[in-house]
């Protein structure tokens, strides 16, 4: 069968900037997998996207002008159904036949097999292969109809047709161009109310020629640059940015390097078709406001790339990404330059203003602030936060932190009242830490103003200090117990308060930092502090509904980040079954129980303590003080015996913090284990005899299990 390569795009107006590299993947190998699945594509054809603000597009390797004929057996009906009692076919066999473009007497070539517990008839036929012009409109209908599309625009076409009139469609942007070429040859189909032709259009205002007309399908990405002045290819088009930035920062001298951030440069790409670098300066007064500030209003406002020297430092400079590349480029450069400088002089405003207030200042006007129509406002709220730290400041560092950590959480929400953070709410607890150094706090409180909302995304770092810390904890805490205490918990992709976030954040401090603070007693810390004023919601600081609730959604985070970390689920269920409340301790348990699994012992002893537990499930409330002097047989005095070596040594490793030993040390406890379990019968006649083994399971079952659930790694 011979093949040739496949060239498809959809010429549109500008598409949205954010959604075009996950619109171009999907319109791609949406169209791949459907030419695939028709047999018009060998399964390793070789898809390329392309997208560009104006396109989509998708070249596919070795595409069949038309699909193989393929055999295909069809079930009918069980025999008893065709076939009558003299063999001769009934109504409803010659009635599918009828309905599969087949008669009578297709009836002698039907086979015969069985289907399930009863003989079926089937229908052998050879289902010709699907011409290229229908498979392609079936894989391009396919392909838009399925692209994750952020909002569909309606717009009308005039009709094709000899009446007059228009036609409503409906896609990301207005369509205006439709290419698909098979090798040299126009397929013809139809998508959005457009024809195929072979012809795309290039640069607005660049292109040596318009429209371009496209030789074949290979001709495609070379074409378009070098008569449509366009890198169709997002990669292409990305690495070339990235390129000339580096290449413009270098030019600047001084160790310079345009900011990272892989976001910026995604929406950057998706903004130009001919990428054209150009450095670009702003006034040396603006650098006296903090760089963060002139640093997201420069990238979120005008996509620029500021430019930090040697030492990370924000510099006068910034590169943009231009989509022209005139002779002369100071009109390009002075008119960013223009644009960008009401920007930093508005950055500027706003800080001079707001330092003229002192945080201390805003406390009040905190009760102003909504938080949430049913857990009060942000003064409220803040002196939950408060309450919380002291507590776990206490805990952590007595009076010292307590007092610490209570000043910072005071302090932590007034800068939502300043004119920075309301222009820019991402800047938020960063705008806190200046602040408070202008007012003369210590560094403690201003780097744990700034960094409570930390961590703020995965694998951001965490608070600096412990001030730090522990009002992150407190204000996480608080988010936690509050929405779970009124029910407002994430469904499926949605999480609008981020406590899926929260709970991570959480995991994390109690874990990397190794702090001695027990999971339940936190959350019931937090619950404390709901009880003043909003009886209501929270019956009780006990409450088990939604504390318990809590409780499980962050183990199962827990879970979530452990097993992406390379843990088995298998491990991860062990330690996890027991709950354990030092979540510091969480590393060391997976450890021992991984040691713990490679041992010979280990399956005998996994099957044996599920066996155990099984056992002492159905006997609940039964079982008695184990009383050496009723044993009978010799394999329940043997396995008394070796516990009472073992498990006292077990017992002092695990108290002793070396979870991996105390494991260890249980597989001595395998082959008196296994005897008791081949020659003694659990369940005795005698009820005391029955009492005193279950006693004996249970002493066993509880030093088994002391690291984590045992009957978790039983195959």
Same mark, same amino acid.
Request: aromatic content about 6%; glycine content about 8%; some cysteine.
């Given at each position: 069968m011979t093949t040739k390569n496949l060239l498809v795009e959809l010429f549109v107006e500008e598409l949205p900037p954010k959604a075009l590299r996950k619109l171009g993947d999907a319109f791609a190998h949406q169209l791949a997998d459907q030419l695939k699945a028709q047999g018009l594509a060998a399964a390793d054809a070789v898809v390329t996207p392309f997208a560009s603000p104006r396109r989509l597009a998708a070249h596919v390797t070795g595409v069949a002008a038309k699909a193989a004929d393929k055999a295909v057996s069809q079930k009918l009906m069980p025999v008893s159904v065709g076939l009558d009692a003299s063999g001769a076919p009934t109504p409803a066999l010659l009635k599918r036949l009828a309905g599969l473009g087949a008669d009578a007497s297709a009836v002698a070539g039907l086979k015969r097999a069985m289907d399930g517990k009863a003989e079926a008839l089937f229908f052998d036929s050879v289902q010709p292969g699907v011409e290229l012009a229908?498979?392609?409109?079936?894989?391009?209908?396919?392909?838009?109809?399925?692209? &994750?599309?952020?909002?569909?625009?309606?717009?009308?076409?005039?009709?094709?047709?000899?009446?007059?009139?228009?036609?409503?469609?409906?896609?990301?942007?207005?369509?205006?161009?439709?290419? $698909?070429?098979?090798?040299?040859?126009?397929?013809?189909?139809?998508? *959005?109310?457009?024809?195929?032709?072979?012809?795309?259009?290039?640069?607005?205002?660049?292109? $040596?020629?318009?429209?371009?007309?496209?030789?074949?399908?290979?001709?495609?990405?070379?074409? /378009?640059?070098?008569?449509?002045?366009?890198?169709?290819?997002?990669?292409?088009?990305?690495?070339?940015?990235?390129?000339?930035?580096?290449?413009?920062?270098?030019?600047?001298?001084?160790?310079?390097? &345009?900011?990272?951030?892989?976001? *910026?440069?995604?929406?950057?790409?998706?903004?130009?078709?001919?990428?054209?670098?150009?450095?670009?300066?702003?006034?040396?007064?603006?650098?006296?406001?903090?760089?963060?500030?002139?640093?997201?209003?420069?990238?979120?406002?005008?996509?620029?790339?500021?430019?930090?020297?040697?030492?990370?430092?924000?510099?006068?400079?910034?590169?943009?990404?231009?989509?022209?590349?005139?002779?002369?480029?100071?009109?390009?450069?002075?008119?960013?330059?223009?644009?960008?400088? &009401?920007?930093?002089?508005?950055?500027?405003?706003?800080?001079?203003?707001?330092?003229?207030?002192?945080?201390?200042?805003?406390?009040?006007?905190?009760?102003?602030?909504?938080?949430?129509?049913? *857990?009060?406002?942000?003064?409220?709220?803040?002196?939950?936060?408060?309450?919380?730290?002291?507590?776990?400041?206490?805990?952590?560092?007595?009076?010292? /932190?307590?007092?610490?950590?209570?000043? $910072?959480?005071?302090?932590?929400?007034?800068? /939502?009242?300043?004119?920075?953070?309301?222009?820019?709410?991402?800047?938020?607890?960063?705008?806190?830490?200046?602040?408070?150094?202008?007012?003369? *706090?210590?560094?403690?409180?201003?780097?744990?103003?700034?960094?409570?909302?930390?961590?703020?995304?995965?694998?951001?770092?965490?608070?600096?200090?412990?001030?730090?810390?522990?009002?992150? /904890?407190?204000?996480?805490?608080?988010?936690?117990?509050?929405?779970?205490?009124?029910?407002?918990?994430?469904?499926?992709?949605?999480?609008?308060?981020?406590?899926?976030?929260?709970?991570?954040?959480?995991?994390?401090?109690?874990?990397?930092?190794?702090?001695?603070l027990e999971l339940n007693q936190l959350l019931k810390v937090g619950a404390k502090e709901f009880l003043v004023g909003l009886e209501k919601f929270f019956d009780g600081a006990d409450s088990p509904a939604y504390l318990e609730q809590l409780q499980s959604f962050i183990y199962d985070r827990l879970a979530g980040g452990l097993r992406e970390q390379g843990a088995s689920a298998q491990e991860v269920d062990a330690v996890l079954a027991l709950r354990p409340q030092r979540l510091a301790d969480v590393s060391q348990r997976l450890a021992a129980v991984r040691a713990f699994a490679s041992l010979p012992e280990a399956p005998a002893l996994a099957a044996a303590n599920k066996r155990i537990g099984n056992i002492l499930k159905k006997s609940e409330g039964e079982g008695a003080a184990v009383n050496p002097a009723l044993f009978v047989e010799a394999a329940e005095k043997d396995l008394y015996a070796a516990m009472q070596t073992v498990v006292p040594a077990a017992n002092a490793q695990f108290d002793a913090g070396d979870h991996t030993a105390s494991l260890q040390a249980l597989a001595a406890l395998r082959t008196p284990v296994d005897a008791f379990f081949d020659g003694v019968m659990v369940n005795a006649d005698d009820p005391a005899l029955k009492a005193n083994r279950l006693g004996l399971l249970k002493s066993l079952h509880e030093a088994m299990n002391r690291v984590a659930d045992l009957s978790k790694l039983a195959v």
């Open positions: 229908a498979g392609l409109q079936k894989a391009l209908d396919e392909a838009i109809a399925k692209l &994750p599309i952020p909002k569909v625009m309606s717009y009308q076409l005039e009709t094709d047709c000899e009446l007059p009139g228009w036609t409503s469609v409906n896609f990301v942007r207005p369509a205006h161009g439709l290419v $698909a070429l098979h090798g040299v040859d126009v397929v013809p189909v139809k998508a *959005l109310g457009l024809k195929a032709g072979n012809a795309t259009h290039g640069h607005r205002f660049e292109a $040596a020629i318009d429209p371009v007309p496209l030789a074949d399908a290979d001709a495609y990405a070379a074409t /378009l640059a070098k008569d449509g002045a366009v890198i169709g290819s997002f990669a292409e088009r990305k690495a070339e940015i990235a390129r000339q930035l580096a290449a413009a920062a270098a030019q600047v001298g001084g160790g310079c390097r &345009p900011i990272e951030d892989d976001a *910026l440069l995604d929406e950057v790409t998706a903004l130009v078709e001919r990428p054209n670098v150009l450095i670009c300066t702003f006034e040396q007064q603006f650098l006296d406001v903090p760089q963060e500030c002139l640093i997201l209003t420069m990238k979120a406002n005008q996509k620029y790339f500021p430019l930090l020297d040697a030492q990370g430092k924000l510099t006068n400079r910034f590169l943009v990404v231009s989509n022209i590349s005139p002779a002369d480029a100071s009109a390009v450069t002075g008119g960013n330059e223009r644009v960008v400088r &009401p920007r930093l002089a508005d950055a500027k405003f706003f800080f001079d203003q707001d330092r003229k207030r002192s945080l201390e200042s805003r406390v009040e006007g905190l009760a102003k602030v909504v938080y949430h129509n049913k *857990l009060g406002t942000q003064g409220e709220r803040m002196e939950r936060v408060r309450a919380i730290a002291r507590a776990i400041g206490q805990q952590l560092g007595g009076d010292v /932190l307590a007092k610490s950590a209570d000043t $910072a959480a005071r302090l932590a929400k007034t800068d /939502l009242l300043t004119d920075m953070v309301g222009e820019f709410p991402e800047l938020q607890g960063i705008m806190g830490g200046y602040y408070a150094r202008h007012d003369g *706090l210590s560094e403690d409180i201003a780097f744990a103003i700034e960094d409570h909302y930390k961590p703020r995304f995965a694998g951001d770092e965490l608070p600096r200090n412990m001030t730090g810390v522990v009002v992150a /904890l407190a204000d996480k805490l608080e988010t936690l117990v509050g929405m779970f205490g009124i029910g407002n918990l994430p469904t499926g992709d949605k999480d609008p308060f981020a406590l899926r976030r929260h709970a991570l954040g959480v995991i994390r401090m109690l874990v990397e930092k190794d702090l001695p």
